[in-house]
Every structure is written in C-alpha cells, then in structure tokens.
C-alpha cells in the first residue's frame, strides 16, 4: 500500500505528466491523441517503427535552481526535436518533481510509480543525466532492435579494473565480469522489466541501506545474483561530446564536461577549511601544502592541537577515531564568526582529500550562492524507506554562506564529537527540506577506485585517500591539468 505523503506525490506527477505536453501540443495546434497502448505487440520490434510515445523519458534533475535550468533545457530539446519530426511528443518527466520522496533520485523506489503510470501503456524507460544530449532519431534506430516485451536493460558498459571499497569488494576475483551503466550516456529499461522489479519490490520491501555509487547498485539489483538480465551494451550511448565527430554513429552524447556558466568565483571568495590531527601534521599536511593549497587564498587547518610550525588551530574538540562531528560544527561556527574573512563559500575537506580549486572556483559560477547550496559527491543511506542524502565528507564538501546559516539556526548538532559528521549534516539538511547537491566531479575514493571509461569523461574535481598511491603524482596527474583550468568551456577528453 502507499502512503498518505506517497499518493499525494503521485498526484503531483500525474498533474506534471500532463503539463509537460502542454507546450508541443500549443506549438502544433493539436489535440493529443487517448493514451492508449500504441504498439503492436504482435508484431516484431523490426517490423514496427517505433513511436516517440512509446519511450517515456525521466531526466535525472536535482532541486537545486541550476541543476532545474539544465533538465528544463534538454527537456526543451527533447521536445523540439519530435516536433521537427513531425511526431507527438514523447513523456518526458523531471525526477525531481515526481514525488516528495527523497530517495527517488535512488531510482529503485521509484519505480512502483513508472510502473503504476506506464505499465501499461508504454514500451521503454530512458532516463538520462541533465548532461546528456539525445538525437532521437538514431535512438528510435536504436530501440527498434530490441523487443520490450523482454527483460531488458540497455547502457553503456562500465567495469572494474580492480576490486574496490565503493562497490564493497564485488566481484573480487574478476572486477570485470560485471557490467553496469554509465548514467551520462543514458541507460533504459524496458517496461516489461520495470514491471517485474515492480513486483519484486512490491513483495521484499527494499533495504535500508547505504546508497553509494548508485550505476553499480541499480545494475546489482536487476541482475539479482544470475537470476535477472545484464546490461546489455549498446554501442550508440555514448559520452563524447556532442560535437565530436566521432559522435556521428551516438544516440547519445555528453553537453559539457566541464560545467562554466560565468566568470570563476574569486579564490579569495572561497575559505577552505581542512580537518587534521596531530598524528597527520607530519605525513598529510605536507602533501596539502605541496600540492594545492597553493590554490587558495584562504585556508585554515584545523587540528587537536595547536602547532605554530603549520599553523594549526585548536579548536577545542578531541581528536577521534571515528567521525569528526564535533570538529565540523565548530568549524561551521567558526565560519560564522567575526575569526575568518566573510565569503560566500565555505569548503571542508580532509588531509587527505586531494582537489583541483581553480576548477572548483568554475564549477561555483553555475551556483547561486544567496540560496542555501550544499555541494559534493551525494551518498544516501535507507533512501528505500525514506531516509536522507548526505554530502560524503572525503570528497570535499561546499556550503553556500546561506545553507551555513541555515543549519546553525535550526538547532541541529552532533549526539556525540565522533558522530559521522557528513550524515548528521545530511539528516539536518533532509529535516529543513535543503537539497544535497550532487557534482560526479568530487570523488571519494582514489582514481584506481573508479572504472577508467567513466573518468574519461569527467574533468574531476577531487580525489580521496592515500591508500598505496603517490599522493603527489595523482595530483599531478589528475587535478594539476593546465589544459583544463585555462579553458573549462571547452571539453578535450574524449573516451578511451
């Protein structure tokens, strides 16, 4: 059964489905015709050209108000380009106005609702990152060979080189055997399979657990240990960029590596703050100094101790083995106070978060920051039965001067020094209905911890950890880059 907060949300999206079709059906003059099943399912996939109607597309958007600009833009697209084709419009929704759930960006809880709304009447789910760009002409080419009838889950194939602690040591014996999508070229679902995963969630609610990297998770539950389909590739997704021209044969295509939407916010707009102990003052600060705190123009090491040579400051909270709750409070307070220079950002990080600032100082040009912004790589834990977003603290995490406010004005604080502080903040966040931003530019693990054909396509903010790697040659390597900083408009990494 759904709940009371669940069925209001459905009605919201059912009044947003059919809004959506407003503006083609103004532009053409026309009535829409009755949502009835429109393919014929006798008929073989190839035997059959496939209507727009049959394919409902669900942008992956975010809240914030310039993650809503770039899904209100491809949705313009979208629409633009069935109307040259002289076709009706396809379903396009924005995932984040569909219910008042949080963990719908998760994706799994979500789909009892496609199922409800499209079960029956249409063929194929696409859903595609507000970066993605579709030509949809070659993706009808596409989906006409393959029959929805069947289970199947199309994508671009991603795979491990190596096992690793963001997908829990799966598959450690072959990392390469298992396959799941890379969202940025968009990956689909036929409706018979969101159908039966529909009844599988229906009859084993799903877990509450950790969401963490959310391609690989969705693929693990549809393959269900042998007993569901794989990914199946489809070499038309793709993640070059559009204007490419190998991007000929795409169906899909990445916009914008490197999002820059306005001059790059001023470094001395920015004070970083970094999270130390006294037993990392001799190994880790220096790799911070050696390689980007260079880049800033404001930043403070925080520590449990007090040592003129870095300098640290004390802020009067133990160090802990665990969480650093209690440090991260007093450094949003700290913030706040008369101590440090009024910016409009804040940045936290560890000692052993590696980061490129002048790509960070772009990437902010896109962000409002007299709305309260909380911005980084976005984890989620029991997003299956409600649950909150959090931005995971190794990555980096920014705060607009706004959301600082915010938090410390609602009251919210650590039930211990050692809590996770990225989850309380999460929890905060949920509780004042402030969204958690995510950028799959912060990464919190190490690069080797990441399929080496999804950052092909990235220009990576942050890097996380030192674990058995040259802490300054992956800076170099990854986040020193010139070609990048000098011009983020321009993408110039194309796929391995």
């Known amino acids: 059964m759904l709940s009371k907060n669940s069925q209001n949300g459905y009605s919201v999206a059912r009044y947003f489905l059919l809004w959506s079709l407003v503006p083609l059906i103004t532009a053409k003059g026309n009535d829409m015709e009755s949502p009835t099943k429109i393919h014929n399912a006798d008929k073989p996939p190839s035997e059959t050209q496939l209507d727009l109607r049959e394919v409902v597309f669900v942008i992956q958007s975010q809240r914030n108000s310039f993650h809503v600009q770039q899904a209100e833009k491809l949705r313009k697209d979208l629409l633009l380009q069935a109307q040259a084709l002289q076709e009706s419009p396809p379903v396009i929704l924005l995932l984040h106005t569909l219910t008042d759930n949080e963990g719908d960006w998760s994706i799994l809880p979500l789909l009892p609702h496609l199922s409800s709304l499209f079960g029956k009447n249409s063929s194929w789910i696409m859903f595609l990152e507000e970066d993605t760009r579709v030509k949809l002409h070659k993706l009808q080419e596409v989906l006409q060979r393959f029959d929805c009838r069947k289970e199947s889950f199309l994508g671009k194939p991603l795979h491990d080189e190596e096992s690793t602690i963001i997908h829990h040591y799966a598959f450690s014996e072959n990392p390469a055997a298992f396959e799941y999508p890379d969202f940025s070229a968009g990956w689909v679902l036929s409706i018979s399979l969101i159908n039966s995963l529909t009844s599988k969630i229906e009859e084993e609610p799903l877990k509450s657990d950790f969401t963490i990297d959310l391609k690989h998770e969705v693929a693990l ?11 199946t590739g489809v070499p038309e997704l793709c993640t070059l960029p559009e204007h490419n021209p190998r991007a000929q044969h795409c169906a899909t295509t990445v916009s914008n590596h490197s999002p820059v939407c306005d001059q790059p916010v001023k470094s001395d707009n920015i004070f970083v703050a970094v999270k130390t102990c006294k037993k990392f003052h001799s190994d880790r600060v220096p790799v911070v100094k050696k390689t980007w ?19 640290t400051i004390n802020l009067g909270v133990p160090n802990t083995e665990r969480g650093h709750c209690g440090k991260t409070f007093a450094i949003l307070r700290r913030y706040l106070s008369s101590h440090v220079p009024k910016t409009d950002w804040l940045l936290i990080v560890d000692d052993d978060t590696l980061i490129s600032l002048p790509r960070l100082q772009a990437l902010l040009s896109c ?18 039965q409600g649950g909150y977003s959090y931005i995971t603290g190794g990555g980096g995490m920014v705060f607009s001067r706004e959301a600082v406010v915010q938090l410390l004005a609602s009251g919210c604080k650590c ?17 004042l209905r402030v ?4 950028s799959p530019l912060f990464h919190q693990a190490r690069p080797e911890d990441y399929s080496k054909e999804f950052l092909a396509h990235q220009t990576p903010i942050s890097f996380h950890k030192h674990w058995n790697i040259d802490p300054v040659a992956v800076f170099n390597k990854w986040l020193l880059n010139d070609r990048h900083t000098e011009g983020l408009q321009k993408s110039t990494k194309e796929e391995l």
């Open 221 to 231: 539950y549809i393959w269900e240990d042998g007993k569901g389909p794989r990914l």
């Open 293 to 311: 705190a260079k880049q800033a123009s404001l930043l403070e090491y925080y520590s449990d101790y007090a040592d003129p040579s870095i300098p």
């Open 367 to 384: 962000y409002d920051s007299s709305e309260p912004v909380c911005l980084g790589e976005r984890y989620g834990y029991g997003l299956g």
């Open 415 to 431: 039930y211990s020094n050692d809590a996770p502080d990225d989850m309380v903040l999460g929890m905060c966040l949920n509780s």
């Open 435 to 438: 969204p958690v931003t995510h």
